[in-house]
């Protein structure tokens, strides 16, 4: 044990822990860390990975020999290989090698367990000597598939705690001793020997019953919940690979004035790299010679593509979206902005406080209950005078009958009925931790742009000078951006298409850096871009459409003149729009409860604008990524349960930050991958129908989970006076599991609260 002084700022240490099967194996190992002098500790049960606190110089190989004493394995994370504007990690396709144990261990059990199962309830297959086939057939299900949860328990033990495993260990092993006892040195190891179909309650002697179908069904169904739940788990690391992912892969660096491409983790600070139009800028650093617009909303969440020039700083994996720009490196690898934002998603990840499973939390009051109850049946019938025999017939069948196979489908069936019915409505659902967020968000936090806008640049206006046709003001603001890059001016060009259809190309054209652009449309000189542009010209706008330009810029939106035959004609305005459905959308999380709060990294005048359109009343503008996580965890500090709904890699750590996270299909991966739901059709609505059908398929859960222990509770009693049948005992695991197969299809008939 470390007898240093307590932290005080120390760095971090994260550890990669292998071998927990719950949250209370989390909480177990978090609580004997924080025992350490000096050290504080976050485990998470969905990363398997623990956030350690500790003083200057302390030693990380003493934090894993204490996880290990704890009956869990822990490892220091192996660096990774490539940098962030690298590509994906090597270990990304890494067989998962206790996934493919589980997989394994599931095939075998429902290849022994079918039959076991169907020779026990169907008598007619009951042939002479089929006790002795269905032990042959359960023994490697309950003592090699159940192998995980009989390692889990003697950990428990030793911990003195009990959990879901502890039942599931307990109840399958003493139904295959007791079976091997009945058939070994009991009556139901002769020839002929049948369970009849009947479901009579009245003692009977346990020596002549095997109860191999229940133990062995158990561990068929609690191995595929498990299965189902490691696989969607699998994902935790994707939202760090695919911020990986968006760097730029090579860089075109000047040495000695000449070109030289070079992979991107070795550009070193000082260096000059090209950037041409449509690449990505390979890190972050200072523009040295040319100019062009730059965008940079994947990070800042800024609509309007940024104007860059000699001297500006560039930020690495953000696109040139016009000219030929030479950029001075000035971070690179784990410095650029990036790589933190990647590191500030892994932070959120990893503090994210851990779902306790609902199993687990009934599991550590029933499983001692069990036992009691267990002990005291075999200490009254010992006491009433009963055989030694008869006595621990009554104790077994409680063990048996308390283990409730329902258990292993209670929350995979609700959860793959639910997560199915939502990718039919376009949500896609992570796994079941992510539900337990959905029950209790009472702020929906709302990224601008690409979620309650298009995320797209749309001409929105044109304004005219008196006696100026719009149609030919159109076609020749069209024409010009029409052979122009730049995102704004492809804006007017599809809006000039739409309205006056095909544009005529333009003769000598030529882009005027930084102002705009200038041609020969018809035979007319044209200019098309800033005021100062058309100013170089002698061309001044009139006092009614300056008005109208400054008004519209002090809506946040983007004004560009035009001008030919040496006088200005009018103006475009192109604006970021609201998507149609988003206004409605605002009105449904309102119905459910939830209030919802603009966050954006656009200006002030922008986010008002757009929240008094859709209905939303509290605004946050004008944030970074950094402090879009700040805001959330202020929101989380102040009491408040937050979902967060975003599109952009900008709102990466947010989502991850958040009790619920919610990306629209229609951003980028980053988003998806750190975010709970996925809103696959972009539609702003989908997140009320993604909260209402986790509310509702976490509720039925909840049901499962109360009938699989409900039907077994019931049955307690009856084992205890020793008056259960196999047949019975069959039964209930049987009835249960149906019943809880049948309330989870409900959830096929989800409907829509919106209108589509």
């Not at 969905?46 to 004493?69: N, Q």
């Not at 979206?321 to 790589?339: E, F, I, M, P, Y």
Request: proline letters at 4%; charged letters at 20%.
């Amino acid at each position: 044990m470390s007898t240093s002084a307590p932290p005080t700022g120390g760095p971090d240490i994260e550890l990669e822990i292998g071998g927990m099967t719950c949250a209370s194996c989390a909480n177990r190992i978090e609580k004997k860390l924080n025992k350490l002098d000096g050290v504080s500790a976050t485990v998470n049960y969905a990363t398997e990975k623990a956030k350690v606190t500790v003083p200057e110089g302390y030693d990380p190989a003493l934090l894993i020999a204490e996880v290990e004493k704890t009956g869990y394995t822990a490892a220091m994370p192996q660096p990774r290989k490539r940098q962030a504007a690298a590509g994906a990690s090597d270990d990304e396709d890494a067989p998962d090698h206790e996934l493919i144990s589980l997989r394994q261990r599931l095939i075998g059990s429902i290849v022994l367990t079918v039959p076991v199962i169907a020779m026990a309830m169907i008598p007619a297959l009951q042939f002479n000597y089929w006790q002795w086939a269905s032990l042959a057939l359960a023994a490697p299900v309950i003592i090699w598939a159940a192998w995980p949860f009989h390692k889990a328990a003697w950990t428990n033990l030793k911990h003195g705690t009990a959990t879901m495993d502890t039942l599931i260990s307990m109840g399958t092993s003493v139904a295959l001793l007791w079976s091997v006892y009945a058939l070994f040195f009991g009556t139901a190891g002769m020839p002929g020997m049948t369970h009849p179909f009947e479901f009579t309650i009245a003692p009977s002697d346990g020596a002549a019953n095997i109860y191999l179908e229940v133990g062995a069904g158990v561990t068929m169904f609690i191995l595929a919940g498990r299965y189902f739940e490691k696989r969607s788990k699998r994902q935790a690391g994707a939202a760090l690979r695919a911020l990986l992912e968006l760097g730029a892969k090579e860089v075109s660096v000047l040495r000695g004035g000449v070109e030289v491409k070079i992979p991107t983790e070795e550009l070193q600070v000082g260096d000059e790299f090209i950037v041409r139009p449509g690449e990505k800028i390979a890190t972050d650093g200072i523009v040295t010679s040319g100019t062009s617009a730059v965008d940079a909303s994947m990070l800042t969440g800024e609509s309007v593509p940024v104007e860059v020039g000699e001297g500006d700083t560039v930020t690495g994996a953000t696109v040139n979206a016009g000219g030929r720009l030479v950029v001075r490196a000035t971070r690179v690898g784990s410095d650029t902005q990036l790589a933190q934002m990647a590191k500030l998603v892994e932070d959120a990840q990893t503090g994210k406080a851990e779902v306790q499973r609902l199993a687990d939390k009934i599991s550590g009051v029933f499983v001692p209950i069990v036992i009691v109850i267990a002990f005291v049946t075999l200490g009254a019938w010992l006491g009433a005078g009963f055989p030694v025999a008869a006595a621990f017939t009554a104790a077994v069948a409680v063990l048996v009958i308390a283990c409730p196979c329902a258990l292993g489908l209670a929350t995979p069936t609700a959860l793959l009925v639910g997560t199915g019915r939502g990718a039919q409505m376009g949500i896609l659902i992570k796994g079941p931790e992510v539900l337990e967020s959905t029950r209790k968000v009472d702020t929906v936090v709302l990224d601008k742009t690409g979620t309650v806008t298009s995320g797209k640049m749309t001409l929105v206006d044109v304004v005219t000078e008196a006696g100026v046709d719009r149609a030919e003001l159109l076609r020749f603001a069209g024409a010009l951006e029409d052979a122009s890059e730049h995102p704004i001016a492809q804006a007017i060009a599809k809006g000039a298409t739409q309205e006056v259809g095909q544009l005529p190309t333009p003769e000598d054209f030529a882009n005027v850096e930084g102002k705009g652009v200038q041609g020969i449309v018809d035979g007319t000189p044209v200019v098309v871009g800033r005021e100062s542009l058309l100013a170089d010209w002698a061309q001044q706008l009139s006092r009614e459409v300056a008005s109208a330009k400054a008004r519209a810029e002090g809506e946040g939106k983007t004004v560009v003149a035009i001008g030919w035959d040496g006088q200005a004609r009018g103006i475009l305005v192109v604006a970021d729009t609201v998507k149609p459905t988003s206004a409605e959308a605002i009105r449904g999380l309102k119905e459910i409860g939830l209030t919802p709060i603009l966050l954006t990294g656009d200006n002030e005048a922008v986010a008002r604008q757009i929240a008094a359109e859709v209905g939303i009343d509290e605004v946050i503008a004008e944030v970074l990524p950094k402090d879009k996580v700040d805001v959330v965890a202020r929101l989380q500090r102040e009491g408040k349960i937050v979902a967060m709904v975003g599109d952009g890699v900008n709102d990466a750590p947010a989502l991850a930050q958040a009790d619920l996270g919610l990306a629209m299909g229609t951003g980028t991966d980053v988003a998806i991958e750190a975010s709970d739901i996925t809103l696959v059709r972009g539609d702003l609505r989908a997140a009320v129908d993604a909260i209402r059908l986790s509310r509702k398929t976490l509720s039925t859960i909840k049901t499962n989970l109360f009938w699989a222990f409900a039907y077994n509770t019931a049955a307690i009693p009856v084992a205890a006076l020793g008056m259960l049948n196999p047949m019975l005992a069959g039964a209930a695991m049987a009835f249960s599991s149906v019943f809880v197969v049948g309330n989870s299809l409900r959830l096929r008939g989800f409907r829509s609260v919106t209108k589509k």
